[in-house]
């Protein structure tokens, strides 16, 4: 059983807005950090952005600096992306990460959803 499901994603034209959900079913608390990665068609994953569950202290790429927000809804047990002016070169699956000791934009999480497609085209 999937411990993160990922939600939100779909088709949306340059320039707009997509929120992309992570719904963990054990207490986001539990986790250490989560993190966003992604992976576009013929590429390998890169991860987007992490954040500490406790104090919610973020990191990013450079590419999704300014342009996405990661938070965390700890009460909810949700993870949310906010994507803003959204470019064709976002499209990717998008997948969340947790671990209870790692924190960073390596590829070192425990724990994987299975993706969310996200398609920028006009």
């Known amino acids: 059983q999937l411990q993160l499901v990922e939600s939100g994603g779909g088709l949306v034209q340059p320039g707009g807005s997509l929120r992309l959900s992570c719904t963990s079913r054990r207490n986001t608390l539990d986790y250490y950090a989560m993190a966003w990665f992604r992976q576009a068609p013929g590429k390998e994953r890169e991860p987007v952005s992490c954040?500490?569950?406790?104090?919610?202290?973020?990191q990013y790429e450079d590419f999704a600096r300014g342009r996405f927000t990661i938070s965390i809804d700890n009460a909810k047990n949700v993870m949310y992306l906010q994507m803003n002016s959204l470019k064709p070169e976002d499209t990717a699956v998008y997948y969340c990460?947790?671990?209870?000791?790692?924190?960073?934009?390596?590829?070192?999480?425990?724990?994987w959803g299975q993706g969310t497609r996200v398609n920028i085209s006009s």
């Open positions: 990460a947790a671990d209870g000791t790692y924190e960073g934009l390596g590829p070192l999480y425990d724990y």
């Open positions: 954040i500490r569950t406790e104090d919610g202290f973020a």
